[in-house]
């Protein structure tokens, strides 16, 4: 998990003030969404599908505008890509952040990642043989949300913090995209990681970082026995932070129940670290 942190803009140090509930939200319970959608009255976290999603199960196949090998059709290519994007709310509370979130609510929200990242797992996965039972919709609070109608390739967990990330509405929330074909950073990234595995005898990259700069105590914010948070070595945002497991594991599937705890207390301690750096509530990408 990486956190980029913004500081193009400097603003005094303010607290925001926001009500417990927004009739005007359309992320607050027993409120209207677009479509004409009600959100059902939930008491923890709320995934739906985005009433504005970026990519669609179901949409036109794309179609280039040449196919007589002129130049256009030679350097300006793209491809179609399906997929699905979720919304996920961290909380029923308008005015709260997962600074404010106690270590257990966070707790929920990732048990919330997992069961989605699992219900989208293809069954010849090695991942599938471990990963806990799940359904969609997911248990107790899902709305309209059903099972994928195809296997996709790739998932990106993410929160926009703040309206300098390009945030519009300040109700606790993050988002679950998942897509047909693999994005070109993490392709890089997997084969890297492939590289040095084979390179230095089935040794793991990110086990060996985590390891070195638990040693080293100089780029390392936050620490628990699961978790480190720290500035990598190769960061390019102003206080960018990642958070990195101790041990080798490959998804969200592998960490036990206590792992997923000790990665909530990681989350709550970078996040309310930056609030607290900062004296406002920080905007971030993650």
């Not at 002129?70 to 997962?98: D, I």
């Not at 967990?157 to 703040?162: H, V």
């Not at 699961?226 to 960018?240: D, G, H, I, V």
Request: proline content about 6%; glycine content about 6%.
């Amino acid at each position: 998990m990486r956190v980029l942190g913004y500081r193009g803009q400097e603003e005094a140090a303010s607290k925001t003030e926001l009500p417990a509930h927004d009739s005007s939200c359309y992320l607050c319970p027993g409120n209207k969404r677009a479509g004409e959608d009600i959100n059902p009255e939930y008491k923890a976290t709320f995934v739906f599908v985005n009433d504005y999603s970026a990519v669609k199960e179901d949409q036109a196949d794309y179609q280039p505008e040449e196919l007589d090998g002129g130049l256009s059709s030679r350097l300006l290519r793209a491809e179609a890509v399906t997929g699905k994007c979720y919304v996920v709310t961290f909380s029923p509370q308008h005015n709260l952040t997962l600074a404010d979130l106690s270590r257990s609510d966070i707790l929920t929200i990732i048990n919330q990642w997992t069961e989605l990242y699992t219900a989208h797992l293809s069954p010849s996965s090695p991942l599938a043989a471990i990963a806990g039972a799940t359904r969609l919709p997911p248990r107790n609070h899902a709305y309209g949300v059903s099972r994928p109608n195809a296997q996709y390739r790739y998932m990106q967990i993410f929160e926009n913090k703040g309206a300098a990330m390009g945030c519009s509405n300040p109700h606790p929330h993050g988002q679950i995209w998942v897509t047909s074909s693999l994005p070109e950073e993490p392709s890089l990234e997997l084969e890297q990681l492939q590289n040095y595995r084979r390179e230095q005898g089935g040794a793991h990259l990110l086990e060996d970082y985590a390891k070195l700069e638990s040693q080293k105590q100089e780029r390392v914010v936050f620490e628990n026995s699961a978790f480190l948070a720290l500035c990598p070595w190769w960061a390019t945002w102003p206080f960018e932070v990642m958070i990195v497991s101790k041990a080798h594991r490959r998804a969200l599937v592998d960490f036990d129940d206590g792992e997923s705890s000790m990665l909530a207390e990681a989350i709550a301690g970078v996040t309310r670290r930056y609030d607290n750096l900062f004296e406002t509530q920080f905007p971030y990408s993650e």
